[in-house]
């Protein structure tokens, strides 16, 4: 195990420099997504928007903010199985951390 000082033991993360976290990011399935916009509306990191016009709307990570926490909200709330997170946050320190086990929904709506 590497040895820590006790600067490094009681460091918290920077959460919005790219250096020390690695945020989540979402995949969406253009072709079942609706474009309805409730998971936008429920994602509690407001790392998303619609994009698009009319019925084309479709949701996105906004560029350049970087939050998405792999919370997967917005698996959970959309009806079409549409959207999910597809990697989880990282931190590049020594930070104690729960396990990240599966990428599930906390339950489906
Ligand atoms: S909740 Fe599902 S169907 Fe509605 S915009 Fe989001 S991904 Fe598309
Ligand atoms: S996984 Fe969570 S934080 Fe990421 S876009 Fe979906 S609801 Fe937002």
Not at 30 to 52: M, Q, Y
Not at 54 to 66: A, D, F, L, T
Not at 67 to 92: H, L
């Amino acid at each position: 195990m590497a040895y820590l000082s006790l600067r490094e033991r009681f460091k918290i993360p920077v959460y919005d420099r790219e250096a020390e976290m690695s945020w989540s990011e979402v995949s969406v399935d253009d072709e079942t997504c609706d474009g309805c916009g409730i998971c936008v509306k429920i994602c509690p990191s407001s790392a998303l928007r619609l994009v698009g016009t009319g019925k084309e709307k479709k949701p996105r990570m906004i560029e350049g903010y970087h939050n998405c926490i792999a919370c997967n909200d917005c698996a959970a709330i959309c009806g079409k199985d549409a959207i999910a997170a597809v990697a989880p946050i990282e931190s590049t320190f020594y930070y104690k951390r729960l396990d990240h086990g599966d990428l599930t929904p906390p339950r489906r709506y």
